[in-house]
């Protein structure tokens, strides 16, 4: 009998969640390097939802909230 796999589970709704909760560039590349390293080990697929995700947090960070226009960020 297979033992069952002891990996843990990494949903794309909680990764996108972390990815939202930084809030400096040193805080979303250190995120982003974790991903990296947790997908060569074969245990998240990066998706593009999560990819595009992390390009909004940045420019949220970078231009302060006002990409969308929002000023209360």
Do not use: A, W
């Not at 080990?41 to 949220?60: M, N, P």
């Amino acid at each position: 009998m297979k033992p069952p796999d002891q990996r843990p589970h990494y949903s794309e709704k909680m990764i996108i969640g972390l990815i939202r909760e930084t809030k400096t560039i040193e805080d979303l590349t250190d995120l982003c390097n974790l991903l990296r390293d947790i997908e060569e080990q074969k245990d998240l697929t990066i998706t593009f939802r999560i990819s595009r995700e992390v390009q909004i947090q940045q420019k949220t960070i970078i231009y302060g909230g006002d990409i969308l226009g929002d000023k209360t960020t």
